[in-house]
């Protein structure tokens, strides 16, 4: 994690301390434990067939975890261990516009080395009919004006754009967004070549 990630993180932790301060009556010392309360193990039973993948490399592939939440910022240190103990290479950034959002994920598909097995982007943020929010970082606040696609997100990684790195791999995205709008019955296509995890809060 970069400095500039380690300075938010570190300002996120003090603000949920103030928020405990109420309901602090032994006067005591508050401590928020950092410690991912999931851990992995391994499988009982190995899975073979043939509609299966084989993800056994050393290191398995990139994710990418973009948290631009603050009240759950915890959820993002838990599954940076999470796939960490999974063998992914993971990068953990905070508080990111839209802008920042696609240029990061352009980056990531350029530098996906033909030997992954599979992709993982996590996106924890405020959403709005179908799309994330940015974080503005001047105005220290979510701005709701800047919205980025789930699906432009998704087919950024499809097989034409990916080339033969990704092809035919798996690529899993875990949006975790509120999905708010005047038409709650909101349906949209998902290309045919991508997996769509929707973890909606």
């Known amino acids: 994690m970069r400095e500039n990630d380690r300075n938010i993180e570190s300002l996120w932790t003090n603000r949920s301390l ?13 401590k928020l434990s950092y410690e991912p309360v999931i851990t992995v193990t391994q ?13 056994n490399r050393s290191v398995r592939g990139k994710c990418l975890i973009i948290n ?9 240190l838990r599954f940076e261990s999470i796939f960490q103990q999974l063998h992914f290479e993971v990068e ?15 980056d990531l598909r350029k530098n996906i080395h033909s030997k992954s097995d599979a992709l993982v982007v ?3 943020s405020h959403g ?24 432009e997100i998704v087919d950024m ?18 949006f975790t ?6 038409d709650r019955m909101i349906s949209f296509l998902i290309p045919s070549y991508v997996y769509y995890l929707d973890l909606n809060t």
Do not use: V
Request: hydrophobic fraction near 35%.
């Open 128 to 151: 709005k009919e179908e799309s994330i929010i940015g974080f503005n970082k001047t105005l220290n606040k979510d701005d709701w004006n800047d919205r980025m696609p789930i699906l």
């Open 18 to 30: 103030k928020k405990l301060e109420p309901f602090n009556k032994s006067g005591g010392l508050i």
């Open 157 to 174: 990684f499809s097989d034409e754009k990916c080339g033969k790195a990704l092809n035919g791999k798996p690529k899993l995205f875990f």
């Open 92 to 106: 953990l950034k905070m508080q990111l516009s839209t802008d920042q959002i696609r240029d990061r994920l352009i």
């Open 177 to 182: 967004c509120c999905r708010e709008s005047n």
């Open 68 to 76: 631009n939440h603050e009240k759950i910022f915890m959820e993002s």
């Open 43 to 55: 499988s009982i039973q190995e899975m073979k067939g043939t509609e299966i993948y084989e993800i």
């Open 122 to 124: 996590m996106i924890i």
